[in-house]
Each structure stands twice: as C-alpha cells, then as structure tokens.
C-alpha cells in the first residue's frame, strides 16, 4: 500500500453538531480513545449517522442502537494492535479492503482504513489506503452515506450530503453510472435507501442510470441480492421500491417471475394492520409467486436457507392452489392442519390478500384470530392400531393410515378414535376379501 497522503477536508455544519446519543457509548469512545492513543484520526460515517441526522429533520427520535461503522486515518494492523492495546478485542472481517471489527464492550463496530479505488470490476475493488478523508468520501455511494461525525459531534460534509439530505434527495456521489460499474450492487442499494427512507426521492439522473446499466446485476451473487432484498422488502417504502424497480426493469435482472405489486401491497397492509413485524420471505413470496415453481427457482436465486426455502415452498402452496381461499373459509382446521404455527398465520395473510378483500374485512380478521390461536388435534390412531386389526405392514398400511386422517379432517376432526377403528377395520376386510 502507499504511504499515507495530506489529509483534505471540506467541512459544513449548516446542521451545528449532530445530537447522537450513541455519540456518548463508553464503547465507541473507546474505541475512538485507542485510536487517539495510537496518533490517528476516528469518524463515524454512513449509516447510524445519516439516520440520526434524517430523524433530526422529521422530527424523530434517534435510532436507539444502530450499527455504527468507523472510518479512521490508521492502517488495519494500526487499527488491530491498538485495539488490542486498549484491552478491545478485534475480528479480522475485511483486512484486504480495509475493515476491522472492533468489540468494544457489548457492541461492535465495523473500522475502516479511508481508501481509495485503484481498479474496479463491477463488484470488487483493489483499494489503496489514504489519510484523505474527501477522496474517501468520493469513492463511496451516496451523497447522504459520506457524511462523516467526529467524536464531539461535529459534521464533516466533503460531497454535500447535508444539502441532499435536507431536501430528501437520494443521489449518487459523482457521474452516477461510473459509480454503478463500479459496483453493481449500488443499484440494489439504491433502491434499499428508498424504501428506508420513503420520504426521499431519487435524483432522476440516478434512475436514469440504473436503467441503463441494469444488464451488470446478472453478476451479483445470489447472497447479496438476498440481503439487499430481505432489507428491501423489511423497509416502510417496499412496495414503492419494488415498483421503481419494476419499472426501471431491474426486477427482471434480478428476480425473472411475474411481479404481483398488488398483492404486495395487500400483504404489507394486512401485516401492517395485523401488528406484525415485517416479513422478508412472505413478502417476497407475495410479490413474486405465481406458480408452485417459482418458489423454487426463488429460492435458488436468493440462495435462501433451508429454513426460509421450506416456508416459500409452502407459502407458495398456499397462494398457487386457488381452492384454498373459499376452502378456508369453509374448513380452515382442514387448510392450516400441515402447517407450523407462525406458516398458518403467513398463509392466511397471503390468502387474505390473494382474496382482494379490505385489510379490516370482518370475515378475514375471524380467519386470522384462529389462525394465531388454534393448535391442531393429535390424529388419534396410530399404525399400530391398524396392524392389530388385521393390516400389513408396508406401503399398503401407510396408505390406509393416510385414508383415515383424510376422513378424520374432512370430518373437520369430529370423527373419534372409535368411529376411525371401524371405518379402518371396514377398509381392511373389504382389502382382505379382494
């Protein structure tokens, strides 16, 4: 790496000093102290800051614990052995571009080395470490993502982030479509920014390179489309995002189903109104399932966990097989039996928005109480039971004991352990006689 460069700023405080309370975290000045110790410079940047600064302005409280990345003067193994100097422990996350974790107390912050690109290629950059704090800036996103907070609170504003941020302007640092093939995935962030701060417009000449650069997320990983769309879609604006970016024609780039916009937006306003906390999968399922495959194929995409790749097969279930909505209306024991008790919920909800009916309907809020409340009888008989009155082991048993909780569920569970013995016992001779 070269050797450091004449440190440059340009600083603004039209704001006066930012009033973060996180600001006064023994654990961030602690790390601000060991980095003090060893001759260097510490700032926070990004997005605890841009955060606090926008609450600022709506009038809002500050976040309450936010994810507070560093930015500092010190190489990394400056930045390592003065952690370590100072009783911290550290987590060699990202050395090669800079970054070390810092665990200071309970929390942890991301450190970086202030850089510079030397080379980029659409996705990963080889970087040269600086003391220049507005060449740092220059390289990064957003306007609003390069303002910077010293330990005091005083706001440092190298590429007008304050001006953008005041005027709820999200716009990229420089000639927008440079930064993007620079790196692909600001694309992604782009739209992840607006669905956090829905409040906030994208600068046309931002939307406008987007479109035109679209063709570069072929080349994202299916990891970190997952994460800027599980982010995405847990934002107040998802659905306005996801909008733009069907109309931009990044969702085909990245997502290759049939948008259900629609449907999104049903499914938000019943979470909304349910008091659910926002749902990366069901709403993704919402938004893009139209057919049983393509929760697979979704899946796939996004390299979902074995987790979230079972709830979106059974969501998808669900929403694909048109029956179930006046079915479980009719018999919801019979349509929620399969299911967990937090995938009978998701059902209904998909269900309820699939149905088109308003979030408030009275029909869906009694579907929706009983799904958050009922818990599924135990099916009374067992193999055994059936192997004593006479029936064989194998496949030919396993497809008798299905039959029987087929006639216990369409009897909507009434059927007792009795009547089932018989209706069995019926089946098996009438077997045997054949």
């Not at 507070?68 to 930045?79: K, R």
């Not at 910077?148 to 927008?176: A, C, K, M, T, W």
């Not at 349910?274 to 495959?293: E, G, H, Q, T, Y």
């Not at 309820?352 to 408030?360: F, I, K, N």
Request: hydrophobic share 40%; glycine share 6%; net charge neutral.
């Amino acid at each position: 790496m070269t050797q450091p460069t004449r440190p440059s700023d340009t600083i603004i405080t039209p704001m006066g000093r930012v009033a973060a309370p996180w600001l006064a975290w023994p654990e961030l000045l602690a790390v601000f102290d060991a980095l003090a110790a060893a001759g260097h410079e510490a700032r926070v940047v990004g997005g605890a800051l841009r955060d606090t600064l926008r609450a600022h302005r709506l009038g809002q409280p500050p976040p309450h614990d936010p994810d507070i990345d560093v930015a500092t003067t010190a190489q990394p193994s400056v930045v390592d052995a003065a952690a370590i100097a100072a009783g911290l422990e550290t987590r060699p996350t990202g050395i090669s571009h800079g970054t070390v974790t810092i665990l200071s107390g309970r929390q942890t912050f991301e450190t970086t080395t202030l850089r510079s690109d030397l080379n980029t290629d659409g996705r990963m950059a080889e970087v040269v470490f600086t003391q220049d704090w507005l060449g740092d800036a220059q390289r990064r996103d957003f306007t609003v993502n390069a303002i910077y907070s010293d330990r005091h609170g005083e706001v440092y504003d190298p590429v007008g982030g304050l001006s953008d941020l005041q005027n709820g302007v999200i716009r990229f640092i420089g000639e927008p479509r440079d930064r993007i093939r620079e790196d692909y995935l600001r694309t992604l962030r782009m739209f992840r920014l607006s669905a956090a701060m829905p409040e906030f417009v994208r600068d046309p000449s931002a939307n406008l390179a987007v479109t035109a650069e679209h063709n570069g997320l072929k080349r994202l990983s299916g990891e970190r489309i997952r994460k800027e769309m599980f982010s995405l879609m847990c934002g107040p604006g998802a659905c306005d995002a996801f909008d733009a970016m069907r109309c931009a024609g990044v969702l085909t780039k990245l997502l290759p189903f049939a948008p259900q916009p629609q449907r999104l937006r049903r499914t938000v306003q019943i979470e909304h109104d349910l008091r659910r906390p926002p749902d990366p999968v069901l709403r993704l399922v919402a938004a893009c399932i139209a057919d049983p495959s393509d929760a697979s194929r979704l899946a796939s995409r996004l390299k979902l966990s074995r987790l979230e790749r079972r709830a979106a097969l059974d969501l998808a279930h669900v929403v694909c097989d048109r029956t179930l909505r006046a079915h479980i209306q009719l018999a919801p024991r019979d349509v929620l039996y399969d299911l967990s008790p937090d995938q009978r919920e998701r059902a209904v909800i998909l269900l309820h928005a699939d149905d088109g009916a308003p979030p408030d309907s009275p029909k869906w809020q009694d579907i929706h109480r009983f799904a958050r409340n009922w818990r599924p009888p135990e099916f009374p008989i067992a193999a055994r039971d059936l192997i004593r009155l006479g029936a064989e082991p194998g496949p030919t048993l396993g497809n008798l004991v299905r039959d029987i909780q087929t006639l216990w569920r369409k009897s909507d569970f009434s059927l007792q352990r009795d009547q089932l013995l018989e209706l069995a016992a019926q089946q098996i001779n009438r077997s045997n006689d054949s």
